[in-house]
Nanobody, 120 residues
Framework: QVQLEESGGGLVQPGGSLRLSCRATRSGFTFDVVRWYRQSPGKERELVAGITGDGYIKYDDSVKGRFIIARDNALPTMYLQMNKLKPEDTAVYYC??????????????WGQGIQVIVWS
């Protein structure tokens, strides 16, 4: 069974940076699409960024130019570099990974969530 383990969250002042990491517990397991989501209190979970195996990247408009998503397929691990953080970035961040196993079937994995607080 593959699990995703997140690290790198914490408390940071506005304008600061944090780097989230999400590591699969089983090496050599490949994913097709990896994503970062976040959820703030009272709000629905929202997509922050995603990257395909081909390197296609999509960002939510609220983080464009500030966040960078990356992946290392060898480990496998995904990253979210968060720069110029704002109080509205405060949320629990979740990594998500998918692997297509059939035309109409896929495996989906979620991290446990990690807290990011932007507060002065």
């Amino acid at each position: 069974q593959v699990q995703l383990e997140e690290s790198g969250g914490g408390l940071v002042q506005p304008g600061g940076s944090l780097r989230l990491s999400c590591r699969a517990t089983r090496s050599g397991f490949t994913f097709d699409v990896v994503r970062w989501y976040r959820q703030s209190p009272g709000k629905e979970r929202e997509l922050v960024a995603g990257i395909t195996g081909d390197g296609y990247i999509k960002y939510d408009d609220s983080v464009k130019g500030r966040f960078i998503i990356a992946r290392d397929n060898a480990l496998p691990t995904m990253y979210l570099q968060m720069n110029k953080l704002k109080p509205e970035d405060t949320a629990v961040y979740y990594c998500n990974a998918e692997r297509q196993v059939a035309i109409d079937d896929k495996l989906t994995f979620w991290g446990q969530g990690i807290q990011v607080i932007v507060w002065s």
